[in-house]
């Protein structure tokens, strides 16, 4: 370059212009597709969206029968949720004289109103699923153990605001499902010692669901949850990484022995992670380049979380009830899906059933970690070391399906027994 | 930080103390308004004033209702009971979980976890904790009733006409 022979002005002129694109191009992307391992690991090194991916990764991480992709599936619910919920604040209106007519709008005149309604209702549906499957896997295969407990906790809450954001969303719509769901949500709110009025005062900013309660659900809905889930998303992901990657059987995170490592390989940046996982550590043939593989993998759960959805959102209306009649409940009054084991619980006792045995579930998962504190059997589903913690988390898992599916199908008017069949 | 010979260890120590004080001080004063402003915003996020229906409002003449009336008002979510000269407004407010009672034969019963009550309020059946809330009635200038649903009274103390 520095060797600059005799040009013409005009011809260096109209060289700069030939090769405009392609400086524009590589201003934007700094390295060519790779095709050598030093290529390979400038996709995490030098793209914004990709660095917080590892340069290699353990083979075991990308096993599809480990993980199941759930997390992965979860975070990208999240994704299409914010896009979709987006769109339709366009049209939405948290008005009770303006809301469900909205609802109406989105059927009837606006463009994909539909489908995008539907997209968003099964996203969230779906995402409460993955989100408590992604939490039994990595209970079950004993991923919260140290050092990995708090980002454990930190999933545990991520898993209460989905539910949250779920329980907010509801009301959105202001048909006879919405303001039901939440006068039952926020009453058992009320139940909690000391504080629960209070709670439910300022959630409801009124002593009944109205204008009010209205407005603060939609701004918890659009802003302070979103706003706080990414946030703990955010930390949740890095952690991953700071932990030392997921979790994987001791075989697997072996270092090779001491001898076959170099010394001076023992003091990398990676020496920061926290464990035994270090990428120097491990012998070559158990870790492969993010790119391709890390990457397709991730492409592979996108398109099959979208590709889920489009199918659903297609198929199914997401339901929509007469407008609320703050006079009627509907009978029974029900819940959405995921409320329906709480709300058999309440059925028996409005403390214990939506507060007392919530909380110590809660409680329960949150010092899960800190409690269980063996060393064995991380890394595999269902391993015999954990035979008493496994078995007590399946036994309550199952307990809160039972009763949902009890609630959901097995309770009718005056929430008495009926048989769906 | 400048470790000359010059200073003695008493002075050091001196220097010591001071930068805990005012640490202690300057974290104080952080740690005191931070929980101040989040203490401030659920001050902001407590209505005063609420926009809903007022709680205290007429229902009519008493000779509006004859006697063994039980009506529901419902968007008063009270029911006016007028047996013989005696006046109640019973809460139709389930005491469960805030869905509406309605009035039946027996007393009431609620939709939403099947909550029974008898004719005064009181639980028969269901997960209802307590008995529905009987509100205050009085007598108001022009000769309506008036219902005052800030103020609740003792079940089976009916207002004489």
């Known amino acids: 370059m520095s060797e600059t022979t005799e040009v013409p002005k005009k011809a260096k002129t109209f060289d700069r212009l030939r090769v405009l694109p392609q400086e524009v191009w590589s201003s934007l992307f ?107 896997r990595v209970f079950l295969t004993g991923s919260y153990k140290k050092p990995r407990e708090f980002n454990w906790v930190l999933g545990v809450v991520l898993f209460l605001l989905t539910l949250f954001s779920s329980f907010t969303g509801y009301l959105l ?43 603060r659900f939609y701004v918890l809905h659009i802003a302070v949850l979103p706003a706080v889930m990414t946030l703990m998303i955010m930390v949740h992901f890095w952690r991953i990484r700071k932990d030392g990657g997921l979790s994987r059987p001791e075989e697997a995170a072996l270092p090779v022995a001491a001898a076959e490592v170099p010394k001076a390989r023992k003091f990398g940046l990676q020496g920061l992670v926290r464990g035994q996982v270090l990428n120097a550590g491990n012998s070559p043939e158990k870790t492969v380049y993010s790119w391709p593989n890390l990457f397709m993998a991730e492409l592979f759960v996108f398109v099959f979380t979208l590709a889920v959805i489009l199918v659903l959102a297609m198929f199914f209306d997401a339901p929509l009830e007469e407008p609320v009649n703050v006079t009627h409940p509907p009978n029974p009054a029900k819940a959405p899906w995921y409320f329906l084991g709480l709300q058999e619980l309440v059925s028996y006792s409005a403390f214990w059933g939506g507060v007392g045995i919530p909380g110590l579930m809660v409680a329960a998962l949150l010092i899960a970690p800190y409690v269980d504190r063996g060393r064995k059997g991380v890394g595999k589903w269902f391993a015999r070391e954990r035979l008493l913690a496994n078995t007590l988390f399946v036994s309550f898992a199952l307990l809160n399906v039972i009763l949902v599916i009890i609630g959901t199908f097995f309770r009718g008017p005056n929430w008495e027994f009926v048989s769906p069949w | 930080m400048d470790n000359h010979g010059t200073h003695k260890p008493a002075e050091q120590e001196d220097a010591g103390g001071r930068r805990r004080v005012l640490t202690f001080l300057s974290a104080f004063g952080l740690i005191g308004s931070a929980v101040l402003s989040a203490f401030s915003n659920f001050v902001f996020i407590k209505p005063r004033a ?108 009916y207002f004489n006409v």
């Open chain 2, 50 to 157: 609420t926009y809903g229906q007022p709680s205290r409002f007429h229902v009519g003449k008493p000779d509006d209702f004859p006697s063994g009336t039980k009506l529901a008002l419902e968007d008063r979510r009270i029911c006016l009971v007028r047996d013989g000269n005696q006046f109640a407004a019973v809460s139709t407010t389930c005491t469960h979980l805030g869905c509406i009672v309605s009035p039946s034969d027996t007393g009431y019963s609620c939709p939403c976890h099947g909550s029974r009550y008898d004719q005064d309020g009181n639980v028969t059946g269901g997960p209802a904790p307590k008995p529905l809330a009987w509100y205050k009635i009085s007598m108001a200038p022009n000769g309506e009733l008036e219902v005052d649903k800030d103020q609740e009274i003792e079940p089976g103390t």
């Open chain 1, 30 to 136: 700094r390295h060519p597709l790779p095709d050598s391992d030093l290529g390979r690991s400038q996709t995490s090194f030098t793209n914004f969206f990709l660095h917080i991916h590892p340069v290699k990764v353990n083979v075991h991480t990308l096993k599809p029968l480990y993980t199941m992709g759930l997390g992965l599936i979860s975070f990208f619910l999240f994704v299409i949720l914010t896009v979709t919920g987006i769109l339709l604040m366009f049209y939405y209106v948290p008005s009770v004289q303006q809301a469900y007519d909205r609802m109406l709008d989105l059927r009837g005149s606006v463009a994909f109103g539909t489908f995008l309604r539907n997209m968003h209702r099964w996203g969230a549906h779906l995402m409460v699923a993955a989100v408590f499957l992604h939490m039994c």
């Open chain 1, 173 to 215: 719509p202001w048909d006879q499902l919405a303001f039901w769901a939440i006068t039952v949500g926020a009453s058992i709110a009320g139940y909690a010692p000391v504080v629960g009025k209070e709670m439910q005062f300022l959630l409801l900013g009124d002593t009944a669901v109205g204008q009010e309660a209205l407005l």
